[in-house]
């Protein structure tokens, strides 16, 4: 192979590259709360970012969107609800990056009043971690 043609190649690899980091479908993680009537959901997800407290009330969701990392990728995410915001859970949200980045990803995850459920959307979702 000449020169040329591996400059061609290397070429057509970067721009193939960079194309996937800006047209593909961003990874989206996703939060309802089907708490009780009048429970508010906190909620407050950290990365390399601090993505700020919110609140929801009933019935609400909450969700942010982002591109994998080539490093990790990961959110770790704090809930608390009931009186006084006493009942807490924190885990990992998200989770991705390094050899395999993805893309178009999605996480929901589900306040109830049992515990913290998650689906990826195609199945039922499953009780992931109980309220502390």
């Not at 194309?19 to 508010?40: C, H, M, Q």
């Not at 969701?61 to 995410?77: E, N, Q, V």
């Not at 395999?100 to 306040?111: E, P, S």
Request: charged letters at 20%; a neutral charge.
């Amino acid at each position: 192979m000449n020169r040329l043609s591996c400059l061609m190649l290397v070429i057509g690899l970067c721009v193939g590259l960079s194309d996937a980091f800006i047209w593909n479908e961003k990874n989206t993680v996703f939060f309802k709360n089907s708490l009780g009537r009048n429970n508010v959901l906190k909620i407050h997800c950290l990365s390399s970012d601090d993505l700020g407290f919110h609140f929801l009330r009933t019935g609400e969701t909450y969700d942010f969107s982002f591109h994998d990392s080539i490093g990790k990728s990961i959110f770790y995410c704090y809930l608390w609800q009931g009186p006084n915001f006493k009942f807490h859970a924190e885990f990992e949200a998200y989770k991705g990056g390094g050899l395999i980045v993805h893309y178009g990803k999605k996480n929901y995850w589900d306040a109830r009043e049992d515990g913290i459920y998650f689906t990826h959307g195609t199945e039922k979702p499953k009780l992931e971690y109980k309220w502390n």
